[in-house]
């Protein structure tokens, strides 16, 4: 159980443009859904919390005009990577947990956005 | 400030036991977390402790001590596949996931 399917795996887009990224909760309902950045032999950077119903919850430092979230349902949440820049190419991977108690968050397989 | 350290990276010989060290400073404490993550994948889920001692779940076991805010990850006949980085995470009072870097294990035959 607790599967977190995210799409696409890879994308290669040209500088300027948007994409789009889906993290779906397969089994369970996640209310709240983490979006991470990770560069390459560098630890997972935390983007934003995704909140089903509500504004997502932005760190420091991180866009929320660039990177646009929504968390429509229980099971989806989308990150919109707009007007992309070669520097945004990178690891991008979604999570969600069943809660706060012991349960791990599961990790969607992540994105590899390539902006051209 | 919250912090994770571990280290880089480590290696060890295939059919040998390797403790990948992690040690953490967090507001509050709720549970440490193991991850594996193989190269250009997504992060896995090895074990969890919140209370201390031993957690043991197959070649793999964690342990913690909350008064020394450490952990370490214990592995066990290790397997070529094995190979991958190794995350250590705290959780702290907002239930916010502190990372660390991750150690990089390397298994040689």
């Known amino acids: 159980g607790a599967v977190v399917s995210q799409h696409p795996s890879r994308v290669i887009c040209k500088s300027g443009t948007s994409v789009k990224i889906e993290c779906r909760s397969l089994?369970?309902?996640?209310?709240?859904m983490f979006w991470y950045r990770q560069f390459p032999k560098k630890s997972l950077m935390l983007m934003a919390t995704s909140n089903e119903g509500s504004k997502a919850t932005y760190e420091q430092g991180v866009e929320k005009d660039k990177f646009l979230i929504n968390h429509a349902s229980l099971t989806l949440s989308t990150l919109t990577v707009t007007s992309a820049h070669p520097e945004d190419s990178s690891f991008y991977i979604c999570?969600?947990?069943?809660?706060?108690?012991?349960?791990?968050?599961?990790f969607g397989n992540g994105t590899r956005l390539t902006v051209t | 400030g919250q912090n994770i350290d571990q280290p880089t990276e480590m290696t060890a010989t295939e059919g040998a036991i390797v403790q990948i060290n992690c040690t953490y400073q967090?507001?509050?404490?709720?549970?440490l977390f193991w991850y594996q993550q193989h190269a250009g994948e997504a992060p896995t889920f090895l074990s969890y402790?919140?209370l201390d001692g031993l957690e043991e779940k197959g070649r793999f076991s964690s342990f913690l001590s909350r008064s020394k805010g450490y952990s370490y990850l214990l592995l066990k006949e290790l397997q070529m596949k094995d190979s991958a980085s190794y995350l250590c995470a705290a959780r702290d009072s907002n239930y916010q996931l502190i990372w660390g870097a991750g150690t990089k294990l390397i298994i040689k035959p």
């Open positions: 999570s969600a947990g069943t809660g706060t108690g012991a349960s791990p968050l599961h």
């Open positions: 089994d369970f309902q996640a209310t709240t």
């Open positions: 967090t507001s509050g404490f709720n549970g």
């Open positions: 402790n919140v």
